[in-house]
């Protein structure tokens, strides 16, 4: 029998930090850290996505009250005969407020920050709404 004195203790510096982690099972999707809030109507949502090409690499959509953001990653480095590469997909899905216009949904990348507005107020789309990403 082990003693309770030997176990090994579990610290996290986040106590959700495990929901951000990979499963076992889904080993190339991660989850994109990201923050929300909702102010006069416009709900906002800040990703953070550095090193990321926001033409080729992330994409944004809305579709039956769902914001989608995908971001793809896959590139290789190579000097004195030694090569590395990194790859991935990252994705994360919101739910988003009644009345959200997904007709006027903005998308803005800075600073390997990926804002994306959401006004609400209007009559919530149903198809998807695929959303273009302005570089700052």
């Known amino acids: 029998m082990t003693s309770l004195m030997h176990r090994p ?6 106590p959700f930090e495990w929901l951000e ?9 991660h989850a994109i850290r990201i923050e929300e809030s909702m102010k006069d109507d416009v709900y906002l949502v ?3 996505l550095p090193g990321f090409d ?16 995908i971001a793809k990653r896959e590139s290789r480095e190579s000097s004195n005969g030694h090569s590395e590469f990194r790859y991935g997909s990252f994705t994360r899905s919101r739910t988003l ?3 959200a216009d997904a007709d006027k949904i903005t998308a803005e990348y800075t600073n390997g920050i990926l804002e ?9 789309e ?11």
């Open 97 to 99: 407020p009644a009345g």
């Open 9 to 14: 203790k579990f610290t996290f510096a986040d």
């Open 54 to 69: 926001p033409d080729s690499d992330i994409h944004v959509t809305a579709e039956n009250g769902v914001l989608t953001i």
């Open 126 to 136: 149903s198809a998807q709404v695929p959303i273009k990403i302005a570089k700052r």
């Open 21 to 29: 982690q990979s499963w076992p099972f889904a080993a190339t999707e």
């Open 116 to 124: 994306v507005t959401v006004p609400c107020g209007g009559k919530q």
């Open 46 to 48: 800040r990703a953070e």
